[in-house]
Each structure stands twice: as structure tokens, then as C-alpha cells.
T-cell receptor
Framework: NAGVMQNPRHLVRRRGQEARLRCSPM?????VYWYRQLPEEGLKFMVY????????ESGMPKERFSAEFPKEGPSILRIQQVVRGDSAAYFC????????????????FGEGSRLTVL | AQKVTQAQTEISVVEKEDVTLDCVYE???????LFWYKQPPSGELVFLIR??????QNEISGRYSWNFQKSTSSFNFTITASQVVDSAVYFC?????????????FGSGTRLQVQP
């Protein structure tokens, strides 16, 4: 009965490198959300995906950031040419397909991936 | 646009004291959901409660209680007889439903320190 699995838990990158963060949703969940938490701040929404489809990417920076959720395999958040300001905790959450209001907001969060950019 | 404000950045209490964490929200949507999450020092997010905008009944769960007041757009969280294990950052969050977006808007969090 695994929950949302994120890896790596900790990632260190030098400026200019690429960071890839993976998220496997809970079994039976087809929707994935990525949030970013900067030090001492709340979580900020980045992107909402379902399998092979981006539903809402209004919180994604326009450059260097991309996300995918392929038909098979985990969701990937990719950050190219990382900068120090990308250092943060990146949380993934999953939910079942929304069936109206009854399961709205039933997000199950992973333990986060902490990215440090040197 | 939605907004959640947690004006208390940090609160420190002594064990067994009661403590209330404030949350004020803004939305123009008529249908919305409010949440509280706990983030202990280990970093994960723990879901505590969900409340929809049509249900203003207060809720109690053990030492936790929530007071939802639509008139003041507030959803406050009280811990009775606090314990050291309650030390964490607590986040209030909102999903506004009218636009169909399903993204949680989080407040900036309140760090609660419970001293023995």
C-alpha cells in the first residue's frame, strides 16, 4: 500500500546542470501535481498533469522547467541549467481522477525532493 | 485569484497550553474547499482536515478543532493541551472550484514550537 513515492529525496547539482525529479503516484491515481517550497515559505503550485496530458501549467516558470507524466512510468519534473534560486523542496501529490466534489482536494503528498544548487 | 493569509509566522507555547492558528482566505468563488496540513520537522505533508464552503459546522477531532466562519473568511485551527509532538509548520490551503482549477493555494505557514 505504497504512498506517493518521490526520488531522489536529496539532490545536489552545480549551476548549469540538469535536475530530474521523479514521482510515482499512489496506485490507482491518474493525476499528479507538482509544488515547490522555497525555504521558510509555503508551497506554490507549479503544474497539474494527468497521463500524457498537461492540465494546468500556470505555475511553471516559462523557461528551463518542464514536466511530463507518460503513459508508463513516473512523472518527471525536469529543470535545465539550474541556478541557485532553484534550490527548494519539490513536492509531488497525486489524486484519483476527479469525480466531482466528493474527492476534491484529496491530494496525497510525497515526502518531497530537496534540490540544492551549489 | 485566490489568497490565503496566515499572519502568525511563528508561535511558541508551553506544553498543555491551548493554541489557535489563524487562517484568512480570499476568493470570489462560491464553491471552495479549505484545508489544513501539518509539516513536521521531517518534511512530509500530513493532511489534517478538508472543509467545503457550504458546511460551516465546526469540527473537533481529539485535541484538534476547527472554526470556519464564512462571514469573516476565516478557518482557524485550535490545538487543545498542546504537546511537544505538535511542533511543526502548519499550512492552511484553499481550492476554489468555480473556475475548475484544482490547484491548492497555500498560506505561508505558521511554525508552532511547543516547549516541554
Amino acid at each position: 500500500n505504497a504512498g506517493v513515492m518521490q526520488n531522489p529525496r536529496h539532490l545536489v547539482r552545480r549551476r548549469g546542470q540538469e535536475a530530474r525529479l521523479r514521482c510515482s503516484p499512489m496506485k490507482g491515481h491518474s493525476h499528479v501535481y507538482w509544488y515547490r517550497q522555497l525555504p521558510e515559505e509555503g508551497l506554490k503550485f507549479m503544474v497539474y498533469l494527468q497521463k500524457e496530458n498537461i492540465i494546468d501549467e500556470s505555475g511553471m516558470p516559462k523557461e528551463r522547467f518542464s514536466a511530463e507524466f507518460p503513459k508508463e512510468g513516473p512523472s518527471i519534473l525536469r529543470i535545465q541549467q539550474v541556478v541557485r534560486g532553484d534550490s527548494a523542496a519539490y513536492f509531488c501529490a497525486s489524486s484519483p481522477a476527479p469525480t466531482g466534489h466528493s474527492n476534491t482536494g484529496e491530494l496525497f503528498f510525497g515526502e518531497g525532493s530537496r534540490l540544492t544548487v551549489l | 485569484a485566490q489568497k490565503v493569509t496566515q499572519a502568525q509566522t511563528e508561535i511558541s507555547v508551553v506544553e498543555k497550553e491551548d493554541v489557535t492558528l489563524d487562517c484568512v482566505y480570499e476568493t470570489r468563488d462560491t464553491t471552495y474547499y479549505l484545508f489544513w496540513y501539518k509539516q513536521p520537522p521531517s518534511g512530509e505533508l500530513v493532511f489534517l482536515i478538508r472543509r467545503n464552503s457550504f458546511d460551516e459546522q465546526n469540527e473537533i477531532s481529539g485535541r484538534y478543532s476547527w472554526n470556519f466562519q464564512k462571514s469573516t473568511s476565516s478557518f482557524n485551527f485550535t490545538i487543545t493541551a498542546s504537546q511537544v509532538v505538535d511542533s511543526a509548520v502548519y499550512f492552511c490551503a484553499l481550492i476554489a472550484m468555480d473556475t475548475g482549477r484544482r490547484a491548492l493555494t497555500f498560506g505561508s505557514g505558521t511554525r508552532l514550537q511547543v516547549q516541554p
